[in-house]
């Protein structure tokens, strides 16, 4: 199993501040995509990487930056919180072999 | 662009009853796959079945089975004997596999999700 880990499980934070998830594989998988989940509207995808500084935005990309130094960590930033940005967010991998995908946990982030 | 549509928000069975959860989806490629993924309470997101276009034979893994058509691009999902533990949200999702040899991505598109209930 591909070991997958989010940070924080839960945070609460001010409109206008910055935030910064934190997405951490342990097996070098070469895929890792940001997904935001909101009622109504099933996973959307916010951003993707295909390889370490190696990025494209994705359908939701607007207020939000990603980065990726290393292979094994995706960090998602929202470089000033709005409201709107309130949900639970999902990092995902591709394993190669199989074309499967494996979530995290999820980070619930309220923005208010 | 791909759309996958889940038209029922939400569904409700009876213990050891069958249901079946509708999904359609839009393309105009002919390989592809097809994922149910099942969300209980507690949000992890788990792989239920997987389907790929160019396999006929429908998928079907212990009591979870699809009912793929792809000309009708549709792509069902019927829980058989239902168990209290299937209650959650299950989404429905494509994906398009990458070009050969170009190392380029290719995504999940998710559709809205149903709410399924079971009853005791």
């Known amino acids: 199993d591909a070991g997958i880990t989010q940070s924080p499980r839960h945070k609460v934070t001010e409109t206008g501040t910055p935030v910064t998830l934190r997405c951490h594989q342990t097996?070098?998988?070469?895929?890792m995509y940001w997904y935001r989940q909101d009622p109504g509207h099933g996973l959307r995808l916010i951003h993707y990487?295909?390889?370490?500084?190696?990025?494209d935005k994705g359908e939701v990309s607007d207020g939000y930056s990603v980065s990726r130094s290393k292979t094994e960590d995706f960090l998602l930033t929202l470089e000033s919180a709005t409201s709107s940005q309130t949900s639970v967010y999902f990092c995902?991998?591709?394993?190669?072999?199989?074309?499967?995908?494996?979530f995290g946990s999820g980070t619930r982030l309220t923005v208010v | 662009a791909q759309t996958v549509t889940q038209s029922q928000p939400e569904m409700s069975v009876q213990e050891a009853e069958t249901v079946t959860l509708s999904c359609t989806y839009d393309?105009?490629?002919?390989?592809?796959?097809l994922f149910w993924y099942k969300q209980p309470p507690s949000r992890q997101m788990i792989l239920v079945i997987r389907?790929?276009?160019?396999?006929?034979q429908n998928a079907t893994e212990n009591r979870f089975s699809v009912n793929f058509q792809k000309a009708a691009k549709s792509f069902s999902l019927k829980i058989s004997d239902s168990q209290l533990g299937d209650a959650a949200m299950y989404f429905c999702a494509y994906r398009s596999p990458p070009p050969f040899y170009t190392g380029a991505n290719s995504k999940l598109t998710f559709g809205k999700g149903i709410t399924l209930s079971v009853r005791p």
């Open positions: 097996e070098n998988h070469r895929y």
């Open positions: 393309t105009s490629e002919s390989d592809y796959y």
């Open positions: 995902a991998i591709r394993e190669d072999r199989d074309y499967g995908y494996t």
């Open positions: 389907q790929e276009a160019y396999k006929q």
């Open positions: 990487s295909y390889g370490v500084k190696d990025t």
